[in-house]
């Protein structure tokens, strides 16, 4: 193999391309793609070691820190540069992906609470401040409990306005909070006095319309200790209409029918609409239908443990969506269950 002319000059002029063709390029891609060209393996400059074997041997140690020296220099200049290109990179990214501090933030509208709670809560507390208690029942019930401990055997007419969802022969789905009045009157073993309401979910098969729903609820209401009679069930209700209707509101009692009271009484609210007059809402009677109740059948009394000769009582049970609708101006019961953000914000802003 014959010996190089001039190492230096090879060394040097290979150098210098390098470097030159480094001075065109000044982006991260660029020099990317340089270095491939120019540092790799099999570049030119790279190659320069393997040529050691051309250079005679006393003149190998001096080659050798000639090509080193170029390679760095070279290496040297290309990192300089390439960490000049990579912080530009970086300054232009956060230039373009600059967030405005200064934007509004986005709303998120909140919803309050469904006015059917609001109205179980605001009952719940009246009757506590009259000293109920608030008693939970369940909404899965047997029949026992639903209807006969109230006075309505199997084949009972009235169980024909009740139809409801039957999970076996003897298990339905509650038709009526009135199931918790004969819970509360037999596990009160020592037959003490009972004062208690006890809201809850009630189903019937009912078809749905404005007025109407499968599902809805009620707050029942009960009342058993010695010498309870009518005037008190009117003076308790008188006083939960005018703290939740107003001061000026009145109640009527119509006689009415019940199989667990005796007697038993429709409770009607003077309209708030008209004062009483004869409006559209009232359908120009003057009254509004809100409850039914009555003095607690002796046979119920009898069948819950209760000594009819020595106890009597009152109970009640108000539709929970039926006071919604009347306090807050609902036109359909359907808007109650469905949620819709714009009305309950609506509601909350009456
Ligand atoms: N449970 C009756 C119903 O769902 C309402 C009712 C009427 C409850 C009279 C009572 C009452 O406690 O005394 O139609």
């Known amino acids: 193999m014959s010996e190089m002319e001039n190492p230096k000059q090879i060394v040097e002029e290979r150098e210098k391309e390098a470097l030159e063709a480094l001075t065109k390029e000044n982006s991260v891609q660029g020099l990317t793609e340089w270095k491939n060209s120019f540092l790799s393996k099999k570049s030119p400059l790279m190659q ?63 919803g309050s609470i469904n006015p059917y709670w609001e109205i179980v809560d605001e009952m719940s507390d009246i009757f506590a401040s009259m000293g109920f208690d608030i008693v939970e029942g369940r909404d899965v019930e047997t029949d026992h409990f639903n209807f006969e401990l109230l006075n309505v055997p199997k084949d009972h007419p009235a169980r024909d306005m009740q139809d409801t969802f039957y999970l076996s022969d003897s298990l339905l789905l509650r038709t009526q909070t009135s199931a918790a009045q004969a819970h509360t009157m037999l596990e009160n073993e020592e037959k003490k006095p009972i004062k208690m309401i006890c809201p809850g979910k009630c189903y019937r098969r009912d078809d749905d319309d404005a007025t109407h729903s499968h599902e809805f609820g009620q707050i029942e209401g009960l009342v058993v200790d010695k010498g309870i009679s009518l005037a008190d069930l009117k003076g308790t209700l008188e006083l939960f209409v005018k703290k939740m209707f107003g001061e000026k509101r009145q109640i009527r009692l119509r006689s009415s029918f019940f199989p667990f009271t005796e007697p038993s009484v429709e409770v009607d609210v003077s309209c708030s609409k008209c004062g009483g007059k004869g409006c559209s809402l009232c359908k120009g009677t003057g009254w509004i239908e809100i409850l039914g109740a009555g003095e607690v059948h002796p046979h119920v009394l009898e069948m819950c443990g209760y000594d009819p000769k020595i106890y009597s009582g009152f109970a009640f049970g108000v539709g929970v969506e039926r006071i919604a609708m009347l306090r807050y101006g609902i036109d359909d019961i359907r808007r109650i269950y469905t949620n819709d953000v714009r009305f309950l914000k609506d509601f909350t802003e009456k």
């Open 48 to 110: 320069l070691m393997s040529l050691m074997r051309q250079i005679p041997n006393e003149l190998k140690a001096a080659y050798g820190k000639l090509v080193n020296d170029a390679r760095n220099a070279v290496e040297k200049a290309f990192e300089e540069k390439m960490k000049k290109a990579q912080e530009e990179a970086l300054k232009e990214k956060l230039e373009a992906e600059r967030i405005d501090l200064t934007l509004p933030g986005r709303s998120y509208s909140q």
